[in-house]
């Protein structure tokens, strides 16, 4: 059974940091790419990261200017989200996905006050 949890979600001031987890089992994690994206309120599910399965190439929006660094953990099955810098524009309830499969997590609150 495919299963992805998100976890590290919450609320920071502006300009702060915070790391989104997101454990996974049930497929090969080693050989996966994985995404993160994000939905605030009222606006579409967008992409905010991805990893490639080889060579851990990554890749990022043009809006993120650098800010959020995704990365993968083989040995504990976990992909990361570092996120710097944070503004209020970033409050959004993060998602990590296999891949462009069916299959997301059940995604994490992230508040950034003023």
């Known amino acids: 059974q495919v299963r992805l949890v998100e976890s590290g979600g919450g609320l920071v001031h502006t300009g702060e940091s915070l790391t989104l987890s997101c454990a996974t089992s049930?497929?090969?994690?080693?050989?996966?790419?994985m995404r993160w994206y994000r939905q605030a309120p009222g606006k579409e599910r967008e992409l905010v990261a991805r990893?490639?399965?080889?060579?851990?190439?990554?890749s990022y929006p043009d809006f993120l200017k650098g800010r959020f660094i995704i990365s993968k953990d083989n040995d504990k099955k976990t992909v990361y989200l570092q996120m710097n810098s944070l503004t209020p524009e970033d409050t959004a309830v993060y998602y990590c996905?296999?891949?462009?499969?069916?299959?997301w997590g059940q995604g994490t609150q992230v508040t950034v006050s003023p």
């Open positions: 996905r296999w891949g462009l499969t069916d299959y």
């Open positions: 049930g497929f090969n994690f080693r050989t996966a790419a």
């Open positions: 990893i490639q399965s080889v060579g851990a190439t990554v």
